[in-house]
């Protein structure tokens, strides 16, 4: 299991782990609590969410580790109910000086697509590098 860097408490919460962060690419696992499940017993769709987030995210942040990113904008085609353990991959398609443009995917564990993203991640120096953000 990998480190993610700095920590993200709602990450924490929920469990993810780690377990492949190079050349673009990203892996997460993550196994869903009763706490995690919609009111039809599958894992809730902004779980599964957050889950492509952070693999879009790390795939992206995994070509410039000194850098941070920020969401700018995502899709999510929901294609199937997941149920039980859950891997997402991420994979950058392709990023600019200052944006990635990045896809997801999160499988069940008979390796069924449950959803899928595309995101717009903008990177940013991380806030105890960066010079302050203007106010006016």
């Known amino acids: 299991m990998l480190d993610f860097g700095p920590e993200v408490p709602f990450v924490t919460e929920l469990g993810f782990t780690?377990?492949?962060m190079e050349d673009g690419a990203s892996e997460l696992r993550y196994a869903p609590r009763a706490q995690h499940l919609n009111?039809?017993?599958?894992?809730?769709g902004g779980a599964c969410m957050t889950l492509l987030d952070v693999a879009m995210a790390v795939a992206a942040r995994s070509v410039q580790r000194d850098m941070g990113v920020v969401t700018i904008e995502m899709k999510t085609s929901f294609m199937q109910p997941a149920r039980g353990a859950l891997v997402a991959?991420?994979?950058l398609l392709h990023r600019t000086r200052?944006?990635?443009f990045v896809?997801?995917?999160?499988?069940?564990?008979e390796g069924r697509v449950c959803s899928h993203a595309t995101g717009t991640f903008r990177y940013l120096r991380r806030?105890?590098?960066?010079?302050?953000?203007p106010t006016d």
Do not use: K, N, Y
């Not at 896809?103 to 564990?109: I, L, S």
């Open 39 to 44: 009111s039809f017993g599958v894992v809730h």
């Open 18 to 20: 780690l377990h492949q």
């Open 89 to 91: 991959r991420g994979r």
């Open 98 to 100: 200052a944006m990635a």
């Open 103 to 109: 896809e997801g995917t999160v499988q069940d564990a």
């Open 127 to 133: 806030p105890d590098t960066a010079a302050p953000i």
